[in-house]
T-cell receptor, first 114, second 112 residues
Framework: GAGVSQSPSNKVTEKGKDVELRCDPI?????LYWYRQSLGQGLEFLIY????????KSGLPSDRFSAERTGGSVSTLTIQRTQQEDSAVYLC????????????FGAGTRLSVL | AQSVSQHNHHVILSEAASLELGCNYS??????LFWYVQYPGQHLQLLLK??????LVKGIKGFEAEFIKSKFSFNLRKPSVQWSDTAEYFC??????????FGQGTELSVKP
């Protein structure tokens, strides 16, 4: 596709359930980023991939959060045992490299934890 | 740690008014600077960027920004806003490894 694709666009889950969020980056982009956008916290970095490895996981808020990337393309962000404070919009971005490069964002997944 | 501060949380202007949104960052080294815009119901889009060279950069839709290194600032300007500029504007910095550090965002409302 032409842009970064995220699915699902909306996810409603019950507290304690696990969720998986998917990101399909722009073809050829080697760098992939996950961010979280929530009221009161703004836009926060979660994790960055270069290829299939994650050199920077510093933004993951707890060990309930994990992410992987396979084939240098699709990435999945998994949240285990979801809590109400996990409710947010989860954004994925990709870029052609990781230094002087523009990050292109997907539309996000809006996660609501009841 | 790097941080980005946007001074205005909500700005309300009438059409044709001039706009300036403040952005300051804290980081002592070389930085890349960005302004992103999020129109209602849409995803984040790049307005403009500064990597090096001329500190006055021009972006899409008539926006420009000036990098002033001595003030650690990267303010966004537009001489005459339109109703269609109603959106949320985010200043961002990247330095160490490419992750973006965002400001809190400024919501701009333009009255027709």
């Amino acid at each position: 596709g032409a842009g970064v694709s995220q699915s699902p666009s909306n996810k409603v889950t019950e507290k304690g359930k696990d969720v998986e969020l998917r990101c399909d980056p722009i073809s050829g982009h080697t760098a992939l980023y996950w961010y979280r956008q929530s009221l009161g916290q703004g836009l926060e970095f979660l994790i960055y991939f270069q290829g299939n490895s994650a050199p920077d996981k510093s933004g993951l808020p707890s060990d309930r959060f994990s992410a992987e990337r396979t084939g240098g393309s699709v990435s999945t962000l998994t949240i285990q045992r979801t809590q109400q404070e996990d409710s947010a919009v989860y954004l994925c971005a990709s870029s052609f490299g990781h230094t002087k490069n523009i990050q292109y964002f997907g539309a996000g997944t809006r996660l609501s934890v009841l | 740690a790097q941080s980005v501060s946007q001074h205005n949380h909500h700005v309300i202007l009438s059409e044709a008014a001039s706009l300036e949104l403040g952005c300051n960052y804290s980081y002592g080294g070389t930085v890349n600077l960005f302004w992103y815009v999020q129109y209602p119901g849409q995803h984040l889009q790049l307005l403009l960027k500064y990597f090096s060279g001329d500190p006055l950069v021009k972006g899409i839709k008539g926006f420009e920004a000036e990098f002033i290194k001595s003030k650690f600032s990267f303010n966004l300007r537009k001489p005459s806003v339109q109703w269609s500029d109603t959106a949320e504007y985010f200043c961002a910095v990247n330095a160490q490894g490419g992750k973006l550090i965002f400001g809190q965002g400024t919501e701009l409302s333009v009255k027709p």
